[in-house]
Each structure stands twice: as structure tokens, then as C-alpha cells.
């Protein structure tokens, strides 16, 4: 054990204050939210019209989302591996965790005055929010091969993610019954304040484990050389990489899965909104399932989630790392084949969120800790996670834009579907690539 079970448990318990967002904001209230800000629909129900007008642009809501989206994952891609560079030579890791925490929740705090009359705007908090949350998210999990063995950080990094869907799922209940509970005079306000409520579950929870989590000894103050210094350990690095064929391989893989993995998580719901048809107490046929059926499908996500992280965990014990993501990938093409010919009603949406939640919570899990063990020897932990989280961008960036893209082509999302399962195969077929030990003059050769 690198770490006692105090600190370990403290950088988990980052999962907990930061998933908020990603329930909330990313994929609960707000996108339904902004959803029925930026949606024309009859008497009935029936959609009339989702289209905006984006900088001058008309185009449909999702895809502004899908693009804001993308353009704060680009901002990441950009920012993230100079900086990781100087936080390792400085040894500030946790100084740039804590700034990149309170700029995200900030952000989310200020979506309280979205205005679709000012969207141009409004999206900039989007932008920002995704910024602080992916950044942080790369400095907390480069902490991971510092605080555990190899032989814990899949236990560990299952226990993170476990909490993160818990506590998300609390704060989320805790908003729903505010929202659903005090009368429909006050819902507006209350889901306004919904978004309040993360910026400051994330930030209050968060100081938990910035308390514990050790800052390097190594500490060096801020000169505009210290830049050119981590653009050098980012090249250091950039040569390792090349150098060792596994990790090499598991990140070619992990850039194309991930395109399909992230873009689910984000734009799921608005299938549920676009390609679900159901029938009111009248007969009638209502485009979208209800707010309250999407909600549940969300909670129920969220909970699957957590025994499906501690399954695929326990299963990498056994079988290792490597055949367990295969696995997560197959299940991943038949949830996306089931979901284009098949998902059509609520009962069926329902079965695909089960399967989405069991296999995203060990995916993602599993990813993590995989990375985490493949690195070879080294100190420069911010600078080989933010590769990590560099290629995870990218991958979402190429996969919401795709997902945009062909909604704006064909019409319907249910098209776009069709570029997560490419996303899947692909990726499946480069991991198989991937070799279960690293050459013996290269690097550690762990059991994955």
C-alpha cells in the first residue's frame, strides 16, 4: 500500500463531489432543462420544431449542445497537457485540482441564468463547466498510481466511481423532490437552483480530499521558464509512450471506444426525447418519453452503474483487465444494435438503460485502472494522465461531432447510432492488439 486507507479513501471521495455534474448537468436536469427551453411542441405533445438560431446559424438544439460540448473537450485538449508538464515539474498537482474544481463548479453555479434569448452566452457556461470538470478530473486520477499498488487500483478506482454514482444519485433525488415536490409555481426556480446546488455540492465536498491528498515535496514557484520545462517532461513522456508498445496500443484503443463510451453518456437522454414514441391516456402519440420517465431512466442508470463497476472489477481479478474490456466492448455493439433496430417504445428504452448502466459503470472503471497499471516507472504521473485524458477527448470530441453530424444529414439520431457501433468494433479489434505483459526490457509486467 503507497498510501493509508484514509488518503486513498479521500481521493475517491472525489468521485462523490465531482459526479454531480455529470448527472445533473451532463445528463439529467439540465440537458432536459435546456431541451424543453429550445423545443416547439403542440397541445399534444407532438414535436413542431427544435431548431435555433446558434451565431447566426440555424441548426438543431442537440447539435448546439453536441458542438458546445465538443468545443469544451477541444479547450481541454488544449490546456490540459502543457499544464499537467508544469504541474509535475512544480509539483503543484493538487493547487491545479483545486483551480480547475472551483472553475467548474463556479460554472455551474452561473447556469442558474441561462437565457435561450442569449444562448451564444448562455452555452459559455456549458464550455466552462466541461473545462473544469475534465481537467480536474486528469489531475485527481494521476494521483492514482501515486496513493496505490497495482494490485489495489482496480478496487480502488471501482470504489471511486461506485461513490460518484451514489452521491450523484442523492444529490439528484434531493433536486427532484424540490423541483416535483414544492408545485409547478416554483419548478423553474427550483431546477435553476438545481444547478447552484452542484456548484456547491462539488466544491464543499471536494475539500475532503484536498485535506488529505498529498502535495509532492518537490515544490518549484511559477517563471515563465517553468512552461518551457513542462512542454520538456510532455515531450519525455511523448517518447516513453512510443516507446512502450502495450501502454501504446491500450491508447489507441481506449481514443476510438471512448468516442462512443462518452458520446452515449452525453446524448443518450435525447434519444429518449427524440426516437421513443409513447401513448397518453388519450391515445394520443407523444414524440420523447415523459420527464419523469426519463428521470427514473436515469436514476436507474445511475444505480446499475454501481454493482456493474464492482462486477467488472471482481471479473479483472480473475480474468485480468484485457478480456473483461473486451467483453464490456461486445455488450457495448449489441446494446448500440439493440437501441438502432429495436428501441422504439419506454419499456424498451428502459432495457437498454440497464444494460448501458451495468457495462458503463465497469468500463469506465476498468479503463482507468488499466492505464494506471500500464505506466512504467515514473514521477511524471499529471503529465501520462493527461495523454489519458488528451486521447478521452479527442475521442469525444470526433464522436459528438459524428453524432451531431449525421442527426443534421439524416434527420434523426437514430442514424447516428450507427457511428457508436463503428466506434465499438473498431476499438474491440485494436485491443485485441494490445499485449497482456510489456516487453521485459520495457516495462513492468503486471497480470492484466
Not at 432543462?33 to 447566426?56: C, N, P, Y
Not at 498510481?145 to 460518484?164: F, K, M, N, T, V
Not at 444494460?355 to 492505464?371: D, K, P, W
Request: proline share 3%; hydrophobic share 50%.
Amino acid at each position: 500500500m503507497k498510501a493509508s486507507r484514509k488518503v486513498q479513501n479521500a481521493w475517491a471521495f472525489y468521485d462523490w463531489a465531482n459526479s454531480t455534474y455529470n448527472l445533473v448537468i451532463g445528463t439529467a436536469i439540465f440537458p432536459l432543462f435546456f431541451g424543453a427551453m429550445t423545443t416547439q411542441k403542440d397541445e399534444f405533445g407532438k414535436l413542431i420544431s427544435d431548431e435555433v438560431i446558434f451565431f447566426g446559424i440555424s441548426m438543431h438544439n442537440t447539435q448546439v449542445y453536441s458542438y458546445s460540448l465538443a468545443f469544451g473537450m477541444a479547450l481541454v485538449c488544449l490546456v490540459m497537457p502543457a499544464l499537467a508538464g508544469v504541474a509535475d515539474f512544480m509539483g503543484r498537482k493538487r493547487w491545479f485540482l483545486q483551480f480547475f474544481c472551483y472553475l467548474g463548479s463556479a460554472s455551474c453555479a452561473s447556469l442558474y441564468f441561462f437565457d435561450p434569448g442569449f444562448l451564444e452566452w448562455s452555452m459559455l457556461s456549458v464550455v466552462l463547466a466541461c473545462l473544469g470538470f475534465w481537467c480536474s478530473y486528469a489531475f485527481a486520477n494521476s494521483f492514482l498510481p501515486e496513493i496505490a499498488e497495482p494490485d489495489e487500483q482496480d478496487r480502488l478506482s471501482a470504489r471511486g466511481y461506485a461513490l460518484g454514482y451514489a452521491g450523484s444519485v442523492l444529490l439528484l433525488l434531493i433536486n427532484l423532490g424540490l423541483i416535483m415536490g414544492l408545485g409547478k409555481e416554483t419548478e423553474g426556480l427550483m431546477t435553476r437552483l438545481a444547478f447552484v446546488s452542484v456548484g456547491v455540492w462539488w466544491a464543499g465536498f471536494a475539500q475532503i480530499t484536498f485535506r488529505r491528498l498529498p502535495e509532492s515535496p518537490r515544490q518549484a514557484s511559477f517563471r515563465w521558464k517553468v512552461v518551457g520545462h513542462g512542454f520538456r517532461e510532455l515531450r519525455k513522456v511523448w517518447k516513453d509512450l512510443r516507446e512502450t508498445r502495450r501502454l501504446k496500443r491500450y491508447l489507441l484503443s481506449f481514443f476510438v471506444f471512448s468516442m462512443g463510451v462518452q458520446t452515449i453518456m452525453q446524448m443518450a437522454q435525447f434519444f429518449g426525447q427524440k426516437e421513443v414514441v409513447r401513448i397518453d391516456e388519450y391515445g394520443h402519440e407523444i414524440t420523447g418519453l415523459s420527464t419523469a420517465q426519463l428521470i427514473i431512466a436515469i436514476i436507474f442508470v445511475q444505480l446499475i452503474a454501481i454493482p456493474g463497476a464492482i462486477a467488472f472489477s471482481r471479473s479483472s481479478r480473475k480474468w485480468g483487465n484485457l478480456p473483461v474490456l473486451r467483453l464490456a466492448l461486445f455488450i457495448w455493439i449489441g446494446v448500440c444494435c439493440f437501441a438502432y433496430f429495436v428501441v422504439r417504445t419506454p419499456a424498451s428504452f428502459f432495457i437498454a438503460a440497464g444494460l448501458i448502466g451495468f457495462v458503463m459503470g465497469g468500463t469506465q472503471s476498468l479503463a482507468r485502472s488499466s492505464y494506471s497499471k500500464f505506466l512504467p516507472e515514473t514521477t511524471d504521473h499529471a503529465s501520462y494522465f493527461s495523454f489519458y485524458d488528451v486521447t478521452e477527448k479527442v475521442g469525444l470530441i470526433i464522436g459528438l461531432f459524428a453524432f451531431g453530424y449525421i442527426e443534421g444529414l439524416a434527420g434523426s439520431l437514430r442514424a447516428s447510432v450507427l457511428a457508436l457501433i463503428t466506434f465499438f468494433v473498431v476499438g474491440l479489434l485494436l485491443l485485441m492488439l494490445v499485449p497482456r505483459k510489456e516487453l521485459p526490457d520495457i516495462g513492468e509486467e503486471y497480470r492484466v
